[in-house]
């Protein structure tokens, strides 16, 4: 770009006067530009930095240790077994909803999608607590499951089922709008053309979604490993037993042991800018996939102009 | 209101939109800036505005420099493309806008505002939608609406960029003339940006011909149209045929060959006669006719080889009765003659 | 005029994409659901309105609504900045703030409290230079305010941002070039433009606040009446085996979710219907006169 551009950008070449007219002083600009930047500083970066510092602060080697205690491993396969299942599962739900409400309509559509939006709107305090009043001991189906010695609440079953219940839309809220927006035409023509129903799901449908599908897929996992409230209610604390890693983290931090709480919890921390990176790249992915499928529908815009008869 | 444009260039980037125009529109004209895409015709028009500045050259009105004002300060009505209506606003609201925002002391009094928003109302004939959102309207309301909007505030100048181009044809053609009425009863100098000639040659008192970023010919619509003054002018008004050809002093030549010159000639300056008639001609034979619409037209194949289209009326081709392969004499009216290098590729 | 559930479709796969749909919600989301009203049920009336308006839950309700409705507010305010400098300005790391603006969706929320926690105690980072003012964050009830804040932060900033994308540069040309000032055009012109969209991401981020936990659990102290965020309550209650109790607070957790459901599922229709540029002819809205 010449020069011109980059220093109308910064808005010092041109006098007051000459401004765009759709943009503000120069002054203006950069106070708001430092407002917002020192709100998400310390909103944002100073609670990421506070993690791996107070992590690291009593050395590297109790670092170590801290995520190689029995326990903390235990936590961490516990957690990676929850969004082990979790996630495909909500995957799977999310796929099959996209396609009944993306490609179809039908009476009670709107309802069904508020209903998916449900387990997001409730609290996960809440969503740990409901599972405890069907499976726990007086909850509707405990007797049945006590009497089979089939444990679900304070132990693995459970914490899986309330990570499934509160990482439910994920996927498929992605996916609906996603699917819906590029409607049917495509799926059409490959049925015309004698593909059957799986194979034209699986040749013409999902590689239009795939950007989004990852990227329902990475924020489920995020939440899935990460949550709290839920798993907290139905797991019982019984360490090395049924405590995630966020679990872990607070028995540590209640037991005033900062630095191992840290270390355990800037793994998550971790997880959490690996997510945000992956996002930011799928993001530029899904756009660049856009704009191509974007180019090869518009149709070339008709001149209107003279016949010009050229020797 | 007087405009007028100085020695105005532009560049974004590495593309030269205006290279040094200099243009005058006297008070009360309806000018068109007529030109392909790229020519730079919105671009001086946003210049005008105040909605871009040039990289150098001034902006005058009424003899005035008032290249350092910004938009909000020129008072000038601006007719966008797309209308630009202010969706959260009802079509009152839209038109009344710029009464309202005006600062305390030039403020006009509610009911001011009123009976100057039912006075334009009545102009643009939509008293009855006063009260709908812009997207209840049809594309040809909300542009009405968008010009009511801009000359509620009383504009010493009236901007229109491609107003019609996002209309369906018919519209459009009924929206051309009302803009013609509407002028012929206000007198506002006006100047609006279009790429189809049509358009301007019917709507404008002067036809501002743009290419590249330059002026090509200033003109009424039967100047540029029948007078063009370079290639590219008579190129884009209408048709034209194209040969090779030479002037020897008062002779024009047409030739089967490259002799630095190009000779212009439009399908409906061609006459078709059986005879001769004593007038300068050549042989064609007749290739294809269209008889469908009010004229005919013709195309042939010239005794050198190159292809001829010939536009005549209905009652001459009845007076002929051509019949396809036949070999016929074909006869010039009116020709231009221009320098190859002048001479400009199809665009 | 016959019902038909479905329009026609050459499309297979519905009955059985459908079928597993309402299955697998069913499973997991209603009948689960369904199971807690079925359990406060078990209460009578009058049992259910006693401990519902306890002191405790009511001073739980005041702190997590009252917290809530403001951090929803101070998100709205800087949200709609953050937005607008994201979309109209340039500087240095930019698209790095950008995507941070993420990082409350992705980290978990017992990092998040601690971390915030570790920051606003008396010898945190910020906390330490509030203290000789006597500003109490940490274990108070601005530190629940700073945590609910940081856990909607994205909601308004990302509701916003497209809706500020997809304005029209030409209404500001317009509004400028009929005499407004740019105070006059961001007031008049934009604000009521994306209005709908503040609003939407406004309700939602105070949805979240209300039923968040682990955020807010550690930096609130959680003393009774004081810094007891409802949540909590009902864990407490839990604790204590008071499982009819538990059900009850959160049966009114649960209605106020869906109320806040079906705000936000109304603000984004009618965000969406302001947004719509397509004349009546496309929109179905009765065609008004030619031209």
């Avoid at chain 2, 459009?172 to 012929?184: F, G, I, K, V, Y």
């Avoid at chain 3, 989301?29 to 009511?58: D, E």
């Avoid at chain 3, 001073?59 to 403001?70: H, P, R």
């Amino acid at each position: 770009m010449a020069t011109t551009f980059t220093l109308r950008g910064f808005g010092f070449a041109r006098s007051a006067k000459t401004e765009p007219v759709t943009t503000e002083k120069p002054l203006v600009r950069w106070s708001l530009i430092a407002v917002a930047v020192l709100f998400l500083g310390v909103f944002l970066f100073m609670p990421l930095a506070v993690v791996f510092a107070s992590a690291l602060a009593k050395g590297f080697s109790v670092y170590i240790s801290a995520l190689r205690e029995p326990d903390a491993l235990a936590a961490i396969k516990l957690t990676l077994l929850a969004a082990g299942i979790a996630v495909p599962m909500n995957l799977i739900f999310g796929v099959a909803a996209a396609w009944a409400i993306g490609k179809f309509e039908f009476f009670g559509k709107s309802f069904l999608v508020t209903l998916i939006d449900l387990p997001f709107s409730v609290s996960p305090v809440v969503s740990g607590l409901i599972y405890v009043l069907i499976f726990g001991l007086q909850g509707v189906l405990g007797p049945w499951f006590a009497a089979h010695d089939i444990k679900i609440i304070f132990a693995v079953p459970g914490i899986v089922l309330a990570t499934v219940f509160v990482t439910f839309p994920f996927v498929a809220r992605e996916l609906i709008p996603l699917v819906q927006a590029q409607g049917n035409e495509e799926e059409e023509a490959a049925l015309s053309l004698g593909a059957n129903g799986w194979r034209t799901f699986f040749r013409v449908t999902l590689p239009n979604i795939k950007w989004g599908l990852l990227y329902g897929v990475i924020l489920c996992n995020a939440r899935a490993m990460g949550e709290f409230g839920a798993v907290s209610v139905v797991s019982g604390h019984i360490r090395g037993r049924t405590n995630t890693m966020p679990l872990h983290i607070e028995i540590l931090y209640n037991e005033y042991r900062f630095a191992p709480a840290f270390a355990v919890a800037s793994l998550l921390a971790l997880l959490a800018l690996v997510t945000l990176v992956v996002k930011s790249v799928v993001e530029g992915k899904s756009e660049e996939h856009e704009a191509e499928l974007r180019v090869e529908r518009i149709p070339e815009p008709i001149v209107v102009g003279p016949e010009v008869n050229a020797a | 209101m007087s405009i007028e444009t100085i020695d105005i260039s532009k560049r974004f980037g590495q593309f030269k939109a205006l290279d040094s125009v200099d243009l005058e529109i006297p008070s009360g004209e309806l000018v068109a800036l007529l030109g392909p895409s790229g020519s730079g015709k919105t671009t001086l028009l946003r210049i005008i505005a105040g909605l871009e500045f040039a990289d150098s050259g001034a902006v005058r009105f009424d003899g005035k420099d008032i290249s350092d004002r910004s938009a909000r300060e020129r008072q000038v009505g601006f007719v966008f493309q797309h209308y630009a209506l202010f969706r959260h606003m009802t079509v009152f609201e839209n038109i009344a806008f710029g009464l309202k925002v005006r600062p305390r002391l030039h403020r006009p009094s509610r009911a001011q505002i009123r009976a100057k928003v039912q006075e334009l109302l009545k102009l643009i004939q939509l008293e009855t939608l006063a009260d709908r959102y812009p997207s209840q309207l049809s594309g040809g309301q909300r542009q009405r609406v968008a010009l009511a909007r801009a000359l509620a505030v009383e504009p010493s100048v009236l901007l229109l960029d491609e107003p019609f181009g996002a209309l369906d044809a018919q519209v459009r053609l009924e929206l051309r003339r009302w803009l013609r009425q509407l002028h012929d009863e206000i007198h506002i100098t006006s100047v609006f940006v279009t790429h189809d000639q049509e358009e301007a040659l019917e709507v404008a008192d002067r036809v501002v011909v743009m290419n590249n970023g330059r002026i090509e010919q200033v003109g009424s619509p039967d100047e540029v149209y029948n007078h063009p003054a370079s290639p590219f002018v008579y190129n884009f008004l209408g048709n034209v045929n194209l040969f090779h050809g030479r002037i020897d002093g008062e002779k024009t030549y047409i030739h089967e060959r490259e002799t630095g010159h190009v000779v212009y000639v439009r399908p409906h300056l061609l006459e078709i006669d059986r005879q001769p008639n004593g007038g300068s001609h050549f042989r064609a034979r007749i290739k294809h006719i269209n008889s469908a619409g009010p004229l005919v037209k013709v195309e042939a194949v010239a005794e050198w080889g190159d292809p001829v289209h010939i536009e005549m009326s209905q009652e001459r081709f009845q007076g002929l009765q051509l019949i396809k392969n036949e070999s016929v004499f074909v006869i010039p009216k009116d020709v231009k003659v221009f320098q190859s290098n002048e001479a400009v590729k199809a665009k | 005029m016959a019902f038909s559930f479905k329009q026609k479709s050459i499309l297979p796969g519905f009955g059985l994409s459908l079928g597993f749909t309402v299955l697998y919600l069913s499973l997991i989301v209603l009948i689960p659901l369904s199971a807690t009203f079925l359990k406060a049920s078990s209460l009578n009336w009058p049992q259910f309105w006693h401990i519902v308006t306890a002191p405790r839950a009511i001073a739980s309700y005041e702190l997590s609504f009252g917290a809530s409705a403001i951090a929803a507010g101070i998100n709205l305010v800087f949200g709609l900045l953050v937005a607008w400098v994201l979309v109209r300005y340039s500087f240095p790391g930019k698209r790095l703030f950008d995507s941070m603006v993420d990082l409350p969706f992705a980290l978990p929320t017992a990092v998040a409290g601690i971390a915030l926690t570790a920051i606003y105690s008396s010898h945190g980072w910020i906390g330490q230079y509030l203290q000789p003012f006597g500003i109490k964050t940490a274990y108070s009830r601005l530190g629940v305010i700073i945590a609910l804040t940081f856990t909607g932060l994205p909601f308004v900033v990302r509701t916003v941002q497209p809706v500020l994308e997809d304005l029209d540069k030409e209404m500001e040309e317009a509004a400028a070039s009929l005499g407004a000032g740019r105070w006059q055009t961001i007031t008049r012109v934009l604000l009521p433009a994306i209005m709908p969209a503040a609003l939407t991401g406004l309700t939602m981020a105070f949805a979240r606040a209300v039923g968040e936990y682990g955020s807010v659990v550690f930096i609130s102290g959680n003393m009774p009446m004081r810094t007891e965020i409802t949540p909590l309550l009902i864990i407490t209650k839990l604790e204590q085996y008071d499982y009819a109790g538990a059900t009850a607070i959160a049966v009114v957790m649960l209605v106020v979710s869906f109320v806040m459901l079906l705000a936000i599922n109304l603000l984004q229709a009618w965000s969406r219907s302001r947004m719509s540029t397509k004349s009546s002819s496309e929109t179905g809205l009765p065609q008004l006169s030619q031209a």
